[in-house]
């Protein structure tokens, strides 16, 4: 049987053109990349329209579009304590153009199983970067007789059984709190309330004599002398309240921060993040961004993809050595 030539070196070539369309595609892939975006994006939010972390959202989506020259449109899914938001991400395909601006507990579910479930985990998210930091404090009213946190631990520390209010075990004020709390050895009882609008009142009327709120919600009440701000919970001092310490400064350990960051869904290609995280640092250092932040009593805290990842592993070990000791730990 006679053998066709031309056959015998078709396959040949075919081999090294596959070959060299391999080899070429992270280049056309990189190509692609470029590109990016050109058709709208959807930001996933994890809370209902109107709240602090909802318009800082759309200042960001605004800033977002005269970047990258596409709509990019807020898409509201509040609910399952944030995890419906962060599973709308996670879920979605990696593309990017469905992205989360997503918040500490909506990102590392997995530590929270003691509390509510999902049906996602960390790994199932790809950190793009830190965005910003919500200011949350704690105070007493303006009549309380302590000045500082340290005033008021050596207070504690004679008249053990004092309450303060937070929003649920969850949250980093009450993280924060019983930490002190621990490190100290203070009888400290913490008083659950639904929200800062709840605990306020709370604290205003003599129910609680220490509070945990966010700085938006106290701010006419500080500008009022109503209540004392005696430290933030927050690595370094805030801008709109330079004189008032961080916990970290007075000599305790913050476990995570208040953050609002930018995540997509496993799989979302280095371009694209890339891409996102440059124009995030670009937006963090606008003016006009800036001011209208901190216009919501929010801080500019952008952190680049690298050193944002290593920090959600931080966040991850503190929460789960946290609710462990604590046995808030599903079993």
């Known amino acids: 049987m ?8 078709i396959k040949p070539c075919f081999l090294l053109v596959g070959l060299l369309l391999i080899a ?3 280049n056309m892939l990189h190509a692609a990349g470029s590109e990016y975006p050109n058709r709208p994006i959807s930001l996933i939010v994890p809370f209902a329209a109107g709240g602090v972390t909802d318009l800082n959202a759309r200042i960001f989506a605004d800033a977002m579009e005269k970047h990258l020259k596409q709509p990019v449109v807020v898409v509201n899914k509040p609910g399952g304590a944030m995890t419906v938001g962060g599973y709308a991400v996670a879920s979605a395909k990696p593309d990017g153009y469905t992205l989360g601006f997503l918040v500490g507990s909506s990102v590392v579910p ?13 790994n199932d998210l790809r950190p793009i970067c830190r965005v910003c930091t919500l200011v949350l404090t704690i105070i007493v009213r303006a009549d309380a007789p302590w000045n500082s946190l340290k005033e008021l631990i050596e207070f504690v520390r004679k008249n053990p059984g004092l309450k303060f209010a937070h929003n649920g075990q969850s949250v980093v004020q009450y993280i924060v709190m019983t930490s002190i709390a621990k490190e100290e050895k203070l009888n400290i009882v913490g008083v659950p309330y639904k929200g800062d609008s709840d605990q306020i009142p709370a604290l205003l009327g003599g129910h609680v004599p220490i509070g945990t709120p966010g700085f938006a919600s106290i701010l006419s009440l500080v500008s009022a002398n109503k209540v004392k701000v005696l430290a933030v919970l927050n690595e370094k001092r805030v801008d709109f309240a330079p004189d008032v310490p961080t916990v970290v400064e007075l000599g305790y350990k913050l476990p995570f921060e208040a953050f609002t960051g930018l995540f997509g869904p496993k ?3 280095d371009g694209v993040v890339k891409k996102m995280n440059e124009v995030a640092r670009k937006i963090s250092e606008d003016e006009d961004y800036q001011k209208k932040i901190k ?7 952008y952190e680049d993809t690298a050193p944002f990842e290593k920090s959600l592993v931080r966040l991850k070990a503190n929460l789960q050595t946290f609710f462990k000791e604590e046995g808030l730990v599903k079993k």
């Open 24 to 26: 070429y595609r992270p």
């Open 110 to 122: 997995e530590a929270f199983t003691y509390f509510y479930s999902a049906d996602y985990s960390s």
């Open 295 to 301: 216009e919501l009593i929010v801080q500019v805290t």
């Open 267 to 269: 799989g979302t290609p």
């Open 2 to 9: 006679r053998t066709n030539r031309s056959t015998i070196l």
